[in-house]
């Protein structure tokens, strides 16, 4: 049972190119998100799907958009990076809202 | 969004001393988590706490929920080198499904 599982786990990118974080989940779960890490600000929720078929903003998805495959799958698209997207990425994913959340490794994403 | 407030950002402290993060809301929360993320890792979660004035205990750990669950700790006795991350409080997110996480306090230890 692998859980949550994130590719890549490091990317480097050069300002202006694009790139697809992807996440996929085993466990069955419903609803998936979109975080990103940067020292001091804690856990900033980029996009989030509540349920397949469902995709909505969090606190900062400017630069950002995201695709809900399919119920294991939710993947993080970056059009055209920018040095400030340089961050760690984590998807997440749980069954409802009142439960435990499952976090994948994360990426670690550096634009230059 | 409804966010929850975590103090302190730091904490440095001697292996063997206590230690206490806390979690605020200007309102009341159905539940409170809380998470602990080691060094290089991903988020893991500890415990979810729901009732009013529920203590939950992990070993060292105490976790406790406020009577008004307005607010929650996290306290470590003893610590430990093992005990080293950030430790994240999460609110549920209501309708909307939110996940949101306080800043995190970062807790190193001297050993």
Same mark, same amino acid.
Request: hydrophobic share 30%; charged share 20%.
């Given at each position: 049972n692998a859980g949550v599982t994130q590719t890549?786990?490091?990317?480097?990118?050069?300002?202006?190119?694009?790139?697809?974080?992807?996440?996929?989940?085993?466990?069955?779960?419903?609803?998936?998100?979109?975080?990103?890490?940067?020292?001091?600000?804690?856990?900033?929720?980029?996009?989030?799907?509540?349920?397949?078929g469902t995709t909505d903003k969090g606190e900062v998805p400017n630069g950002y958009n995201v695709s809900r495959l399919n119920k294991r799958e939710f993947s993080l698209r970056l059009e055209s990076a920018a040095p400030s997207q340089t961050s760690v990425y984590f998807c997440a994913s749980t069954t409802g809202d009142n439960t435990e959340a499952f976090f994948g490794q994360g990426t670690r994403l550096t634009v230059v | 969004g409804q966010q929850v407030m975590q103090i302190p950002q730091y904490q440095h402290v001697q292996e063997g001393e206590d230690f206490t993060t806390y979690c605020n809301s200007s309102t009341t929360l159905s539940n409170i988590q809380w998470y602990k993320q080691r060094p290089g890792g991903h988020p893991v979660f500890l415990i979810q706490?729901?009732? &009013?004035?529920?203590?939950?205990?992990?070993?060292?750990?105490?976790?406790?929920?406020?009577? /008004?669950?307005?607010? &929650? &700790?996290?306290?470590?006795? /003893?610590?430990?080198?093992?005990?080293?991350?950030?430790?994240?409080c999460r609110r549920s997110g209501g309708s909307n499904y939110k996940l949101t996480f306080g800043k995190g306090t970062l807790l190193t230890v001297n050993p």
């Open positions: 890549p786990k490091f990317q480097v990118l050069k300002t202006g190119q694009s790139m697809t974080l992807q996440c996929a989940q085993d466990m069955n779960h419903n609803s998936m998100y979109w975080y990103r890490q940067d020292p001091g600000m804690g856990l900033r929720l980029i996009y989030y799907s509540a349920s397949e | 706490l729901v009732k &009013s004035g529920e203590v939950k205990k992990q070993k060292r750990l105490t976790f406790q929920f406020g009577e /008004a669950k307005k607010n &929650s &700790s996290l306290h470590i006795t /003893a610590t430990q080198t093992t005990d080293v991350g950030t430790y994240f």
